[in-house]
């Protein structure tokens, strides 16, 4: 079902915010007549939009039958908000979340996520707890999100994004897993929050089910991300494409590897 009879299939499994798209906050300098809207915010407007490189990507990627499956921590009302086309199946919601191309959840997915949540809950709920006097004397927010009717991410956000009060509260977050043992939840980061969520399910585990159950016949699958959180999805796929400038580029880049 994934491409025309006697085609093989290739599959593209990408990351949106920061590597398919991204605000303009992102694109100093740039000239605005040259980028392409993407993504609407909750009031309409344009928000994010595509560089010349990445709607070319999208357009060679579309001319080449290449089926682009996104995989975001977008929940189905953010995804909403995206204005690009995608036809086929979408992971949203971290990867908790399956849509097939009519639109609908695929359920079996959902019941899978339900019970691997359920024993979640009690660990997500004291996790969150243990942060939340601290986080509010440093003007930060808490945020719990849902996947079909169960919590499954808290996030954390400033205002402003003010780095010392961020890093703070994460290393807090991380001590308590580690002192915990809550080996089944982890933290991810990136410029202006920090979440914690499923460890053992997410991305990785969303877009193999999808491969096994409706794209085996694939020949060639590309992952794409600019995070860290994309880095274990990306592995599974025969070919990863980064920006240049992201999180893992930039933590590959800071690493100074020995040459081997
Ligand atoms: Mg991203």
């Not at 025309?4 to 740039?30: C, E, S, Y």
């Not at 927010?141 to 890093?167: S, Y």
């Amino acid at each position: 079902m994934s491409g025309p009879t006697n085609q093989p299939a290739i599959v593209a499994f990408a990351d949106l915010d920061d590597t398919l798209f991204q605000t303009l906050r992102k694109l100093p300098g740039i000239d605005p007549h040259t980028l392409t809207p993407a993504t609407v915010s909750t009031r309409g407007e344009a928000h994010s939009f595509c560089t010349p490189a990445q709607a070319e990507l999208l357009r060679l990627l579309a001319c080449g039958g290449v089926t682009v499956i996104p995989v975001t921590g977008r929940d189905l009302a953010a995804m909403a908000r995206v204005t690009l086309s995608f036809t086929s199946w979408k992971i949203v919601d971290h990867g908790l979340t399956l849509i097939a191309p009519d639109g609908e959840v695929e359920t079996e997915w959902a019941g899978h996520v339900r019970v691997h949540l359920h024993d979640l809950q009690e660990a997500l709920a004291a996790a969150t707890a243990h942060l939340e006097a601290r986080a509010q004397r440093l003007g930060c927010r808490l945020t719990r999100h849902h996947a079909h009717d169960l919590p499954f991410m808290t996030v954390l956000k400033h205002p402003d994004a003010h780095a010392e009060a961020l890093e703070e509260l994460q290393l807090r977050w991380e001590a308590f897993l580690t002192d915990q043992g809550l080996e089944n939840l982890q933290i991810i980061a990136n410029a202006n929050n920090v979440s914690v969520l499923p460890r053992l399910l997410g991305k990785l585990e969303a877009v193999q089910h999808l491969r096994q159950r409706h794209f085996s016949d694939a020949v060639l699958t590309f992952g794409l991300g600019d995070s860290l959180s994309d880095l274990a999805f990306m592995s599974a796929c025969d070919f990863a494409i980064t920006p240049p400038r992201g999180q893992l580029l930039r933590a590959v880049n800071a690493a100074r590897l020995p040459q081997r």
